[in-house]
């Protein structure tokens, strides 16, 4: 058994041990405008900058409140790209199109120190949502990590 | 034999034997008094139990825990995980407890319902590093080591007068060891860490649809089917249109007829048709249609009116009055 000091820290595109972390309105996934049928993808940067021996897991989570929220669907896929709004191939993490209110999926893999994923990330509003203009919600991704035995 | 090596060799097996009475005895406390060592491999409950220390834990049943006591519980995947409780809900004779490390943010992802736990009543720093290490195989390759050199010592020749419980004492122990019986458990007291991302989300701002195109359909002579219907795109499911039929010079008259039109798409085509009008309502009379665009979610306007300018025709041979487009 090896015994384990140091700290754990999952960060985000390019921070180093900022805890807490929040990417107030990350700006690499514009929602701004989203119409019926449309998505939006952008690459999110998951790093494991933890002191000591420490792999974590994570989760994908994702919340977003009102009417809008509920419409709205995510689709993660790790080391997959950006084509056209739409996130292609990769590893899907926890289905394709789920309703983003209340998403929760473990990841695949685990982040050894040193190490990062790049995840895709879709968001979509499915054709005949028939939200009001002008309706707004917050999206919140999260990314809960726990260290691991390495 | 001399003297001082026979007290060295006396000293060394009674602190052996003693030492392995404390084995046995402390395995036995565990056994009768539901205590276990806890090795904490990780450091989320530092600064009270960092890695490497040895907890003393006591398994005490769900009604004696509370708030605050750091507690050794197995997850869902089998590994015990000692951390404090952050909140218990008590469930009948069970509890479900939410734990969370001294040094994480956030609490324990998984709730854990127990019956009993084993508390944590006091730490020892480090010792879990000694532990660990005789639990390694080189521990035991020494342990082992030690046990033949004490043997030797005791059975060897001209020592037949050792006591056979210091010896015995010594064996139970190796062997207890090499079974991997070790009186202590590993647990993780493991980090945490969450990082978030916001990002919002908003819909299109509102729009109104554009001016209605107006065709008669006007034959020569006149027959039964003459109209004027108003035509414009759709603008998917958030809109509806109302309208209103006023005779007279815009932007005054008399309000004729009103309704409203359903949503329609961004691919068809919304239609508004104004055909005969009843005996009275009026030939070669000036009339213009308002049409206002609406918001499903609560009937409100957005934008301001189309205006669409229309003239009423007689009807052959009747006393009804066909609309047309435009003035007369």
């Known amino acids: 058994m090896t015994l384990h000091s140091g700290a754990l820290h999952i960060d985000l595109e390019s921070n180093v041990r900022v805890r807490p972390e929040t990417i107030g309105n990350w700006a690499d996934l514009n929602l701004s405008g989203l119409a019926d049928g449309t998505s939006r993808a952008a690459i999110m940067t998951v790093g494991n900058n933890s002191l000591g021996d420490a792999p974590l897991s994570y989760r994908v989570q994702a919340g977003a409140p009102g009417a809008l929220g509920a419409a709205l669907r995510i689709t993660v896929r790790r080391g997959g790209s950006v084509s056209s709004g739409t996130c292609t191939g990769g590893a899907l993490i926890g289905g394709a199109g789920a309703a983003l209110n209340g998403f929760d999926a473990p990841m695949d893999l685990h982040l050894a120190p040193g190490q990062s994923h790049h995840l895709c990330i879709q968001v979509s509003l499915p054709a005949g ?15 809960p990590a726990k260290q691991e035995p390495s | 034999m001399s003297g001082t090596k026979r007290v060295a060799r006396e000293t060394l097996l009674w602190v052996g034997g003693a030492l392995g009475t404390l084995c046995l005895l402390s395995l036995l406390a565990g056994w009768l008094f539901h205590l276990t060592p806890l090795v904490f491999s990780s450091g989320s409950m530092s600064p009270a139990y960092d890695a490497g220390a040895l907890g003393i834990a006591r398994e005490v049943p769900a009604a004696e825990l509370s708030v605050g006591d750091v507690v050794s519980v197995v997850d869902a995947q089998g590994s015990r995980v000692t951390h404090r409780i952050a909140a218990i809900e008590s469930d009948g004779a069970a509890a479900v407890l939410t734990l969370r490390g001294d040094t994480n943010d956030v609490v324990d992802a998984q709730p854990y319902r127990v019956e009993a736990a084993d508390r944590v009543a006091f730490g020892i720093p480090y010792a879990g590093y000694a532990l660990n290490a005789m639990a390694s195989p080189f521990g035991v390759a020494a342990a082992l080591l030690l046990v033949t050199a004490l043997l030797l010592l005791a059975f060897g020749r001209g020592h037949r007068l050792v006591p056979l419980g210091l010896a015995s004492t010594i064996v139970a122990g190796a062997g207890l060891g090499v079974a991997g019986v070790a009186p202590w458990a590993f647990t993780s007291a493991y980090w945490t860490d969450t990082a978030r991302a916001t990002v919002t989300a908003t819909t299109p701002a509102p729009v109104s649809h554009q001016q209605p195109v107006c065709t008669s359909k006007e034959t020569n002579p006149k027959t039964n089917n003459e109209e004027a219907k108003l035509t414009w795109p759709g603008l998917g499911p958030q809109y509806e249109f109302y309208w209103e039929l006023w005779k007279g010079t ?19 085509t919304v239609t508004l048709q104004f055909g005969e009008i009843p005996s009275g309502g009026g030939g070669n009379s000036p009339f213009y249609a308002k049409v206002w665009t609406r918001l499903v979610s609560d009937h409100s306007n957005v934008g301001s009116p189309t205006t669409t300018l229309l003239h009423s025709g007689p009807l052959p041979n009747g006393p009804n009055w066909w609309m047309y487009c435009g003035t007369a």
């Open chain 1, 129 to 143: 949502s028939a939200i009001a203009p002008s309706a707004s919600s917050t999206v919140t991704l999260t990314f």
């Open chain 2, 250 to 268: 815009s932007p005054g008259g008399t309000l004729e007829k009103s309704g409203t039109l359903p949503p329609v798409g961004t691919s068809g």
